[in-house]
């Protein structure tokens, strides 16, 4: 007898939209914790001396991207103005 009035009262107390909005405010809670937080979010650090790159191609590979070839220059655009840079040494490699 006190088992059925349990439930009754569970059940009608279950119905009651303050309760339904509780349960989905946590689910909601609950799965954003886990898609923020979960194992597969943790950032892919390195050491300085090893994420050194010699341009911007080698990081984006490093990083996953791919990489696409650029358009050849206009010739018609002047050529730089300046002294000529040697390429720069990358003593590590990642």
Avoid at 27 to 41: E, F, Q, S, Y
Avoid at 78 to 86: A, D, I, M, N
Wanted: charged share 15%.
């Amino acid at each position: 007898m006190a088992t059925h009035r349990f439930a009754n009262s569970m059940s009608s107390a279950l119905r009651h939209p303050g309760v339904i909005a509780l349960i989905v405010a946590g689910l909601t809670i609950a799965a954003m914790l886990i898609v923020d937080h979960g194992p597969w979010n943790r950032a892919k650090t390195q050491p300085a001396h090893v994420a050194m790159y010699a341009n911007t191609g080698e990081a984006a590979h490093a990083a996953g991207a791919r990489v696409l070839p650029t358009e050849p220059k206009s010739p018609v655009e002047p050529e730089r103005l300046g002294p000529k840079t040697s390429p720069t040494v990358n003593p590590v490699t990642p």
